[in-house]
């Protein structure tokens, strides 16, 4: 299927481990971790058991400042980049996301933060045309890959100007910021970018809406417990994805530890149960999932869904670990 011809509800490629992948999600997420700088990469192979699999490597890169040494605001850049195969016609997707945010202190002693982001990007969408089966070449129930298709396509690539803005609100109530909470909303697409292949014909990509929850709550000083939750609506198609991650770390929070080590579940609804785990040591991180398909699919599939791979380091720049106590968001990264 050529799914930016004639799509009614086109989707947005996703990760299991949604809540690495900030500009993806909400870009009023950028610069909302314990750090000064943070990079990564993810990989994620999907139904290799039922066609080709579908593969995205996604780079991501976010960084942040003080506005100046009076004040508790900030303002965070990101970089976004993706790279998406998928289908027996080698459809591809390649992207590129600047990103900006303003993060205003509202109250910096339980660090409460109300951001405002954007993000700007550049897409090409492109396929084999070659690879591509049409409904003429089926002559008296048998394929004839001989016969013509009838089919015109000036140019088997698309390029694409998107734009997406968001909003994001987070604090750490308690004496020692104890706990985490953040919630936001943001749309993608809503500049309607042209979706199709053909020349002359107005099929717009469909607006996205994102809503992004999370919660962290220490146990003591070892063990904490992180809530995550994702709601995305784009055409008529809808997906929530939420789960937990039970974590213990070596040290106390405000030193810095230097091991910690995650374990939980997340659940796509009616499509995958996905177990996580993540280990972090010192600045970096390693995270695994595999997602186990549920869906109506799971007969096709064996209930193999597909597995991520996510790598990336957090860290602040050695002059600037002073700022460790008034971070924007220190539980989730």
């Known amino acids: 299927m050529l799914a930016p011809l004639f799509s009614v509800a086109q989707a947005d490629i996703h990760f299991s481990q949604f809540y690495e992948t900030t500009i993806l999600r909400n870009p009023a997420l950028t610069g909302v971790f314990a750090g000064n700088y943070k990079v990564g990469v993810y990989y994620r192979t999907q139904w290799s058991s039922v066609t080709n699999p579908y593969e995205t490597v996604l780079f991501n890169a976010e960084y942040r400042i003080s506005l100046s040494r009076f004040s508790d605001d900030f303002l965070s850049f990101g970089i976004l980049g993706y790279s998406d195969r998928a289908g027996e016609i080698d459809q591809r997707i390649n992207a590129f996301y600047p990103a900006l945010n303003y993060n205003k202190s509202l109250n910096p002693d339980n660090n409460s933060y109300l951001s405002f982001g954007f993000v700007g990007g550049y897409l090409q969408y492109s396929f084999d045309p070659s690879k591509a089966t049409f409904n003429n070449q089926f002559q008296n129930g048998a394929f004839d890959p001989n016969s013509p298709t009838f089919e015109s396509f000036p140019n088997p690539k ?54 992004n929850g999370a919660m962290a709550h220490d146990i003591n000083e070892n063990y904490e417990v992180q809530l995550h939750a994702n ?35 997340m659940y796509r609804y009616n499509d995958a149960i996905i177990p996580v785990v993540k280990l972090k040591y010192k600045s970096m991180s390693l995270g695994l999932s595999y997602d186990i398909n549920v869906s109506t699919l799971k007969n096709a599939s064996n209930m193999q869904g597909g597995y991520e791979l996510t790598l990336s380091s957090s860290a602040f720049f050695p002059k600037n670990k002073r700022d460790y106590k008034k971070t924007v968001c220190p539980r989730f990264s």
């Not at 390029?159 to 609100?169: L, Q, S």
């Not at 104890?178 to 717009?204: L, M, Q, W």
């Not at 609506?233 to 995650?262: C, H, K």
């Open 231 to 265: 709601f995305s609506l784009q055409g008529t198609y809808n997906e929530f994805i939420g789960g937990a991650l039970v974590g213990w770390r070596s040290l106390d929070p405000y030193e810095e530890p230097r091991l910690a080590m995650y374990a939980g579940l």
């Open 158 to 211: 698309r390029n694409v100007v998107d734009m997406g803005v968001g909003v994001n609100y987070n604090l750490s109530p308690g004496k020692s910021n104890e706990a985490t909470y953040v919630i936001g909303v943001s749309c993608y697409h809503f500049n309607a970018p042209a979706f199709t292949y053909y020349s002359g014909r107005d099929y717009k990509e469909n607006t996205r809406i994102n809503i």
